[in-house]
Every structure is written in C-alpha cells, then in structure tokens.
C-alpha cells in the first residue's frame, strides 16, 4: 500500500490499516462518533501519534470568523476525516480538502466506514502541488 510517489505515504498507508482493521471488527452501520473512537484505539495501538477532534480557527481577510474540527490531525501533518453513509458525497470531498486548506496542510485522508468495504480517498492540497510543478 506505501506508494513513494506520494508524500508521507508510509503515514497514510498506516492510518489506513487502522481503519482497515476497525471496519473489518465493527463493519458498516454505526454512527461515525463509533468508528472516531475505534480508529482512535488503533492509532494509540500503532504508536501513531495525534490528536481527536483538532480545532483550528479559520480566518477571512484577517479576521477570525470561526473555527472547524478536523476528526484527527496525524503527527501535525495530516487531516483525517471520518464518515459513515452509506455514500461519499462531492460535499464530503469539498469538506476534506476546506480542511487541508484550513489548516495549510499538504495532504488528508477520506476514510468512509458506512460502505460494506471501507471506503477511503487521499486528498492533496492543491496550493502545495502547483508549488511542486514550478
């Protein structure tokens, strides 16, 4: 699952496997505040270090207008997002990536334990890979 070809591949290939054994022991068909808390024992359980529920402030022309909670924020590099429907919707994707924007992060994670197989996306921050390409 590690693709060198994409940044911290290692990480997401880790988290994934977290999520991988969370879905395969519960399945599909509980609420997502269920799998927050399963996938946060694996994580503990694979020494991954990060935080549950971060909240960041999000700012408009220099003001703070509000803040947004991401489900995880993995080793202070990468989002996780968590849901559980029984389809992942453009709106999911858009708040994936609001949040990568957000908190000026690289690279995120769309993990959909509501499917009958997991589900999961890796988002790239588009401002950092029109960096890349200069």
């Known amino acids: 699952m590690i693709d060198n070809n994409y940044k911290h591949s290692e990480l997401t290939s880790k988290v994934i496997g977290c999520a991988m054994r969370v879905h395969s022991t519960l399945g599909n068909g509980f609420q997502e505040v269920i ?5 946060q024992i694996e994580m503990s359980m694979a020494d991954i270090s990060f935080s549950r529920e971060f909240e ?3 700012h408009y022309r220099n003001q703070h207008i509000g803040t947004r909670r991401v489900d995880f924020l993995v080793d202070e590099i990468l989002s996780v997002e968590i849901k559980a429907t029984t389809k992942v919707e453009d709106v999911h994707f858009a ?3 609001n949040y990568l924007e957000a908190y000026n992060l690289e ?3 769309l993990i ?3 499917e009958r197989s997991l ?6 921050n588009k401002k950092f890979v029109e960096t890349e390409n200069v």
């Open 56 to 58: 960041m402030p999000i």
């Open 95 to 97: 708040q994936a990536i």
């Open 119 to 124: 589900n999961f996306k890796r988002l790239n």
């Open 112 to 114: 959909n334990f509501g």
């Open 107 to 109: 690279t995120g994670l």
């Open 35 to 39: 799998y927050q808390r399963a996938l």
